[in-house]
């Protein structure tokens, strides 16, 4: 959980005493299982405090559900176009069924960060839709939810049509291939390829580590059974081999348990951060996709007007009566288009400073997660070796 | 720190496969000559890295003033010895385990020479056994090599074909008993087959090793090379355990075998096969009166391996009514010790078994540990070379230095985890040792049975002779003057207990003898268990704690390095 701090360039609405900064720091918790079967879903709790005037008090719990955590995301994509919008856990048909307690663990810690991130975005912080979701009972989060027609819940094929459309693009500009619909903006094409090739190869990275934790489980697992077939072969010698046997066995056991607790560490602190970091990039293929759409927007609305001015000055010259409705319709595209210049503006100003947040914050992400994963096996290590060089007296006592 | 980054990078270039080495393009030029190291050459990347200055040795012995952050008891709350404490001293004098496996190659310091081979012979997985003679100057090495085609000399309708490969056998020695120091002779297969039978005649009773099976399917189906190469290994641990035997060594047989040139001067086994229809030969006369008993002197053989049917039959018919009759054999293994004994090395062969296949897994997961950390490493260095290339922000250089920090230890701690794995192997393989010992365990008990089933029918077979002889003189008694015929078949028949006789009592010698052989070679296995066993424990416990400590080591540093990142209070 994360106190998050209202960015200073808002207004505020009450008078600021030291005592009183203001703050919103949400909590999701409480992780229960609901319904059966096919139908079967989590419920988290979900605890807002804050003092923001905005909100309806300093405290409010509500139950919410993934989907409605889905709705939530929708929207801010909708609104704040430009924005990174941070990322979802994914929703996982398959492991839904099974629902264990690891997985439960994984998505809630997900989803709270999910939400914290969302409260420390000095933008994304005074969205209504968050406020909504954060105190509206469960029935207008019911019926808001069923009317949702965000971009993610088109078919994925769709998606993935908008993601090829982009990747496209980007490689027929590498290739020098330039499509007079496409921005012609160097850096920005460094950025796309930049956040399309960092993704492949995090997904590597993230692959590895998630075989890494399974590693960890099978090295204990091999060691407890290691450990019981040595404590069989001790009890067929007798007196202090059998015995040395015997600790062996023992300690070889108990390290199963250890390397199963440094697994889930490993899980949690290292492989989620790095999956974490996958989804950050794919969200923000999301915005770029957005991006490549206003400017097309953009671009068609010119080609439009263009046409229409040349129509309109056809009009002119032959002293149409057509004249008025046309430059009617060219008031109206100008705006249209003036609007849809500003709109794409917009995104640009804004992807600009959130890549900047962007990076800094993942800086700041996998340096925690490096540190943690560091940590985790240094202290590992340690036991192993201490538990191992405990044995060492009592076998050179057994020497003849 | 330079320095060790060359190395991460070096041991990055020698894990990685050629196609991702032609990809990898490191800012340092140094590396890229190392293409040529491929992942999964062992024993290259082994001897390289004995080669390469250890980047972590020596400092590690680490002193009280510079405790490691992570050792703080608030850190480690859970399977922390209680009684190892917590600041440094407990290991520090004397150094750190880490120290003493300073070399992938050097075993227990305090091995004989019998069985250690140079340490890039892969193929040296020959434990080196505790098998100490009983003087400790004795050594006796021997080497396998040099395989070479040789052409079978006989007449052959075809030219060409029959083709046999031969090897050189060298021994060095200074036991008394050899003609000289240094010898070799060039040997074919089917001489050690030859020799192996010798030995199980000759010493009956004894723990003898298993020859190499003589595969005859996987030489047709392996590679040439291949085949020869693993026969080679396996015929040099076979001598050696020969060499290791302090009876088997001084046995005739081996010295024949190790020193005569030219031909093997030892008789050679005939095949079942030819065994049988000379055996069958013999039959009728055995049946209809002539040499009807075996000679006292063959009875020190089974009756298995031989030519005589009858005797054969005989046994057989004898244990059959030891099994099912249910009457008590006139002589039985009463031998309460030995049967407890037996059992034990029954449940030994099990439990051993069992830990060996376990021993197994364990060595798996540690490589794929490894492997898998290995390659976390990769993608990391791929990704830090990606961030660098790329950087439009200060932060990405930021990020890319933390990576390479960790892709640095990752590999490092990759290339750890192999070396123990190797190490790992070693010692496990005592194991595997002993549970192919338990086959000459299982020769020596059932070159006992034999031997009892052998007297066991000697004795029915004298008893019956003798009552037959009773029955005869009581018929001829009743004759006067006596009958001819009767009298001459008792005196045949009294001729005929008297050979019996002799050879029951060979029989006996020789049974109590392989009792005796059993006895003392039970005794020096349950030694030499003892020791090997306690060796095994031992040198893997070191090698576990060495190569923990060394690990340990790689990500203090890294947790260290970026310290400055600990996690903000959630």
Known sequence: ?400 | MMGSDNQGFEEAHMLASREEMENLVLDEPSNNSNGTKSFSDYRSAMSSLADTQHPLSPPMVVAPGDSDPLLTPSSINDLRNPHVSTDNSSYIEPPSYADVIFSPFDENAGNEINGVDSPDRASDSSVSLSRSPSSTSDYIKITVSNPQKEQETSNSLVPGSNTYVTYLIATRTNIPGFSGSEFSVRRRFRDVVTLSDRLAESYRGFFIPPRPDKNLVESQVMQKQEFVEQRRVALEKYLRRLAAHPVIRKSDELKAFLQVQGKLPLPTSTDVASRMLDGAVKLPKQLFGESAVAAPHEVVQPAKGGRDLLRLFKELRQSVSNDWVGSKPPVVEEDKEFLEKKDRMHDLEQQLSNASQQAESLVKAQQDMGETMGELGLAFIKLTKFENEEAIFTSQRVTAADMKNVATAAVKASRFYRELNAQTVKHLDTLHEYLGLMLSVHGAFSDRSSALLTVQTLISELSSLQSRAEKLEAASSKIFGGDKSRIRKIEELKDTIRVTEDAKHVAIREYERIKDNNRSELERLDRERHTDFLNMLKGFVLNQVGYAEKIANVWTKVAEETSAYSREST
Not at chain 1, 268 to 280: A, G, I, Q
């Open chain 1, 1 to 400: 959980m994360i106190t998050a701090q209202r960015s200073s360039s808002g207004s505020s609405h009450s008078p600021r005493s030291p005592s009183s900064q203001p703050y919103l720091s949400i909590s999701v918790t409480d992780p229960v299982k609901l319904g059966n079967g096919v139908q079967a879903y989590i419920s988290y709790r979900v605890i807002t405090k804050t003092n923001f005037p905005e909100y309806q008090g300093p405290e409010k719990i509500v139950i919410r559900r993934y989907s409605d955590f889905v709705w939530l995301r929708d929207r801010l994509f909708e609104k704040y176009k430009g924005v990174f919008i941070p990322p979802l856990p994914e929703k996982s048909a398959v492991e839904k069924f099974r629902f264990s307690a690891e997985f439960i663990e994984l998505r809630r810690q997900a989803l709270d960060i999910f939400v914290n991130r969302i409260a420390s975005h000095h933008e994304l912080q005074q969205s209504e839709d968050l406020r909504t979701f954060l105190q509206a009972d469960e029935e207008t989060m019911e019926r808001l939810r069923s009317q949702d027609t965000g971009i993610f819940k088109k078919k994925p094929a769709d998606l993935m049509q908008i993601f090829k459309e982009v990747q496209t693009k980007v490689s027929d500009v590498v290739l020098g291939k330039e499509k007079p619909v496409e921005e012609s903006n160097p850096e920005y094409e460094k950025l796309k390829n930049y956040i399309f090739e960092l993704e492949n190869h995090l997904s590597e990275a993230q692959k590895h580590a998630y075989r890494l934790v399974k590693r960890h489980r099978e090295l204990g697992q091999s060691l407890s059974d290691f450990g019981k077939a040595v404590k069989l072969l001790g009890a067929c010698e007798g007196d202090a081999l059998g015995k040395a046997f015997s600790d062996l066995g023992a300690k070889s056991e108990s390290l199963c348990v250890r390397l199963q607790k440094e697994a889930h560490q490993l899980l949690m602190n290292f492989e989620e951060p790095l999956k974490d970091y996958v989804r950050s990039v794919q969200s923000i293929k999301a915005t770029i996709a957005e991006r490549a759409n206003a400017f097309r927007h953009q671009c068609e609305l010119a080609e439009t007007i263009k046409l229409k001015e040349i129509n309109l000055d056809k009009l002119m010259l032959t002293r149409s009566e057509k004249v008025g409705e046309a430059e009617l319709e060219y008031k109206e595209l100008k705006a249209e288009s003036e609007e849809a210049t500003r709109r794409f503006e917009n995104i640009v100003r804004v992807m600009n400073e959130e890549i900047v947040r962007f990076q800094d914050q993942k800086t700041l992400d996998m340096g925690i997660a490096f540190h943690e994963f560091a940590k985790g096996q240094a202290r590992l290590a340690n036991n192993i070796a201490d538990a191992w060089r405990s044995l060492l007296p009592k076998l050179e006592a057994c020497s003849p």
